[in-house]
């Protein structure tokens, strides 16, 4: 049998995977595993409907509704009510916080994690068959368990996540997570229904040759920028440009590349959230060997003020990310 190199069979299910991890942590209650587990349910799920989105479409154009009243609703507002259910019947989570409704969602004060999620990255290429995501940061709740969740629970930096990951809905759908002892991915095995180890310990090379992002905005971006730019033409890099963070990001981190996203002066923060986008690749990117940063901080040791942040964002291969911001000048 193909073994990997944590020791455990490649095609181990997810859950078999979890509880084992759990195994390791002698205080660990289970209530995280649990979780995780829901969170892949809700991938599942949702990769349900992402796979009949072409379907719905029709459904949303003639005007039809379900008796739950959903079919019309775009996609990732689906997303956001799929997960939300799973995680709300998996009975983990005290509190949500997702970019699909402006407030705290709150659930059993009686649960220690809050989670962050973008129920469907890559909006604008959810009616055209590309690869969209799905994206989640999960944290231990600060306040006291039974109280109301406050604003203080989800607020916490990128160093405090306890999880963190994304599902991608791509040739084939991944889940991709960490709890912070590496990368590892697995990959949806669609007859059996099931998550499969596929990829462990992943690592993204030091270096690479893709660099993505959206150049027609080029003329917006600040001169360091924009000399990163012609310096990767210049050492003929391949320009990769999805517009969907998860798949841009998923495909740098295996092949060796950089993702950015900038601040202009229309949006001094650039566009990406940091608690439900930029957060939860940084974890992963670290863990597998590479960087986030916002050009003058580590994305995780940002303190969020707000739920809905935006956050500047350079990401990937560690000696990329490096370089691309040394030509950040000091008055910036
Ligand atoms: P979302 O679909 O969750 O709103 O996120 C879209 C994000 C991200 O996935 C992508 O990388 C980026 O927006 C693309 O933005 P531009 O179209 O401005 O390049
Ligand atoms: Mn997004
Ligand atoms: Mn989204």
């Given at each position: 049998m193909n073994k990997s190199k944590l020791g455990l069979?490649?095609?181990?299910t997810l859950d078999r995977f979890i509880k084992r991890k759990e195994e390791?942590?002698?205080?660990?209650?289970g209530e995280l595993s649990q979780l995780l587990r829901d969170i892949a349910l809700a991938g599942k799920i949702i990769n349900k409907e992402v796979n009949k989105s072409g379907l719905l479409d029709i459904t949303g154009g003639v005007g039809g509704k379900n008796v739950q009243g959903e079919d019309q609703q775009k996609l990732d507002v689906v997303a956001n009510i799929r997960f939300t259910r799973a995680l709300k019947n998996g009975g983990m989570t005290c509190a949500i916080v997702s970019e699909e409704n402006r407030k705290i969602i709150h659930l059993n004060p009686n649960c220690r994690y809050v989670a962050a999620i973008d129920?469907?990255?890559g909006s604008s290429n959810i009616d055209v068959n590309v690869s969209i995501g799905t994206i989640f940061s999960i944290y231990k709740r600060i306040s006291p368990v039974g109280s109301r969740v406050r604003e203080e629970d989800i607020l916490q930096k990128g160093t405090e996540q306890v999880a963190a990951g994304y599902i991608l809905y791509g040739s084939s759908t991944m889940l991709v997570y960490t709890t912070g002892r590496g990368t590892h991915g697995f990959t949806l095995e669609p007859s059996l229904g099931e998550f499969v180890l596929s990829h462990d310990s992943i690592t993204c090379p030091e270096n690479g040759k893709i660099y993505s992002i959206n150049e027609g905005n080029f003329y917006k971006f600040d001169p360091w920028v924009r000399e990163y730019i012609e310096e990767c033409k210049q050492n003929q890099l391949s320009a990769r440009y999805i517009g969907s963070l998860v798949a841009d990001f998923h495909r740098n981190m295996m092949k060796g590349g950089i993702y950015l996203y900038p601040n202009t002066e229309k949006d001094p923060n650039g566009k990406l959230r940091l608690l439900y986008e930029c957060n939860a690749l940084g974890f992963i990117a670290e863990q597998s060997g590479g960087l986030a940063t916002d050009g003058h901080q580590r994305i995780m040791t940002i303190q969020p003020e707000t739920l809905h942040q935006r956050t500047p964002l350079y990401l990937g291969s560690a000696k990329m990310v490096e370089k691309a911001v040394s030509l950040i000048p000091a008055t910036l």
């Open positions: 069979p490649i095609g181990t390791e942590f002698s205080y660990a209650t129920p469907l990255d």
